[in-house]
Nanobody, 124 residues
């Protein structure tokens, strides 16, 4: 089992920055990948970024490349999503998720473990 707890959401103006954190605990191993997804009410959950626990390789969806940076803190067992130049379209509930498949995937169904989510609202 892997437990995930998100923090750091909030309300900001367009152009501002936010840093989301995901604290991970439980059976985190070499094949673990932690990802961030976001979801707007009435829409499908959308992949944002992921990082492998072993090696720290990152992968981003095109819409956030150059604005979002995902990093891993081994000492804290945490993953941080630094979001810069935020846009109103970034408004969503952001979820931290994890799988232990040893692959890079953007499909929500592949991620077995999920946090409860944190709201990010960007005003124009």
């Amino acid at each position: 089992q892997v437990q995930l707890v998100e923090s750091g959401g909030g309300l900001v103006q367009a152009g501002a920055s936010l840093r989301l954190s995901c604290a991970a605990s439980g059976r985190i191993g070499r094949t673990t990948t932690v990802g961030w997804f976001r979801q707007v009410s009435g829409k499908e959950r959308e992949f944002v970024a992921s990082v492998t626990w072993s090696g720290g390789s990152t992968y981003y969806t095109d819409s956030v490349k150059g604005r979002f940076t995902l990093s891993k803190d081994n000492a804290e067992n945490a993953v941080h999503l630094q979001m810069n130049s935020l846009e109103p379209d970034d408004t969503a509930v952001y979820y931290c998720a994890a799988h232990q498949l040893g692959i890079t995937t953007t499909q929500p169904i592949r991620y077995r473990y999920w946090g409860r989510g944190t709201q990010v609202t960007v005003s124009s």
